[in-house]
């Protein structure tokens, strides 16, 4: 199914939630909402449900207005972040329950009803459980049969909101790995809302970043990490370094150092912000006239094959966080103390909050 939202407005109160947001949502892919808390991204989801309606705008199904539509004649499965199973209904219950609860023209039969059931807890690889409660079971077994009753009625849309978000660490990264193997056996079109970045860039086929109720950037995960439309999603995605300064003709003057920017050779005498991300830093020893930020290395630790160093900027006393292999920090025999310099090998200037 495809879902597009078209100028779609939502206030509460005084708090507009959402502002004049469109989007198209790819048929059979998996796409993350991302961004921070309050930015309208679990109010979009509930309207596609149907579980809010908009003040403005349309949601369109398959080309069709669907604002005004129930949510049970949506064909959509939702799954909330507290789970949201019976307790008092074994596992086979929960999952049977959608079945159950259908118009008796539509409802299978028990036969039906009971091979539909073991066959979608044997996808979510939890069969062996379908006598026990939801007491009995893990937080990560207790998603997985959320999302299988959210299945049991075929949904043509399944929508999840921060499906692991009560999880811990290792149990979402388990989850979400395999969700992402479970959507490439079904291709069911599918959202779901995060703030975790790392989730939506590791899971989703397409990532639409939010913020303060307006769509910010949508692309491939691979896309907006490396080609920002903001400082917000340059910010938001990831560590990255600000070098502050004035962009004047294709380069910007941070503190003592002058650094290209080529994009902006038409700019005169303008504030700008360049953006680097910690692996985008080259690190050389310091020599006098060099070409780089001079920084005093304050601290630098192994993390596996990549050295992770904390710098401070000699000239503005701006923290620098870089990332180079073990191997280099090895080669280049850095001391804590020691004076570096720092090239960056991309760098990202916005001025206004424009890249050019």
């Known amino acids: ?46 309207i596609i449900a149907g579980l809010e309606y908009p003040d403005a705008g349309q949601v369109l199904l398959d080309g069709e207005d669907a604002s005004a539509r129930h949510v049970r004649e949506r064909q959509v499965g939702f799954v909330f972040q507290h789970y949201a199973l019976f307790k008092h209904m074994s596992v086979f ?26 066959a979608l807890l044997d996808l979510v690889q939890l069969d062996w459980l379908a006598e026990r409660y939801p007491s009995q079971l893990s937080g990560g077994q207790r998603q997985r049969i959320a999302l299988a009753r959210a299945l049991a009625v075929e949904p043509r849309v399944l929508l999840l909101d921060e499906p692991f978000g009560a999880l811990d660490a290792q149990v979402r990264k388990e989850l979400r790995r395999w969700l ?26 397409q990532v639409v970043l939010m913020n303060k109720g307006r769509v910010e950037q949508q692309g491939t995960p691979d896309a907006v990490y490396n080609e920002p439309a903001s400082p917000f999603v340059y910010g938001f995605l990831g ?9 004047h ?13 080529p ?89 206004d909050g424009i890249a050019h």
């Open 249 to 261: 003709e294709g380069v910007l003057a941070s503190g003592d150092s002058a650094l290209p920017a």
């Open 180 to 205: 992402r193997r479970l959507h490439d056996e079904l291709h069911v079109t599918s959202i779901f809302v995060t703030h975790d970045q790392e989730e939506a860039l590791e899971v989703a086929d």
């Open 93 to 118: 219950e929960n999952v049977a329950f959608g079945l159950r609860v259908k118009p008796r023209a539509q409802r299978p039969s028990e036969a039906q009803i009971r091979e539909k059931v073991h």
């Open 239 to 247: 560590n990255v370094n600000l070098f502050h300064g004035r962009v």
């Open 263 to 351: 994009d902006h050779a038409s700019v005169r005498d303008t504030v700008g912000i360049g953006y680097a991300r910690p692996h985008e830093l080259d690190i050389r020893p310091y020599a006098a006239g060099g070409a780089g930020i001079p920084a005093r290395l304050r601290r630098a630790r192994a993390i596996g094959p990549l050295a992770q160093l904390e710098l401070e900027r000699a000239d503005t006393q701006d923290p620098i966080e870089a990332l180079i292999p073990d191997e280099t920090l090895r080669q280049l025999g850095l001391r804590e103390g020691d004076t570096v310099l720092v090239q960056p090998k991309r760098l990202r200037v916005f001025v």
């Open 1 to 46: 199914m495809s879902i597009e939202v078209r100028a779609i407005d939502k206030r509460f109160g005084a708090f507009r939630a959402l502002d004049q947001v469109s989007l198209a949502f790819p048929t059979g892919e998996l796409t993350a909402l991302l961004g921070p808390s309050g930015c309208g991204k679990t109010t979009l989801l509930r």
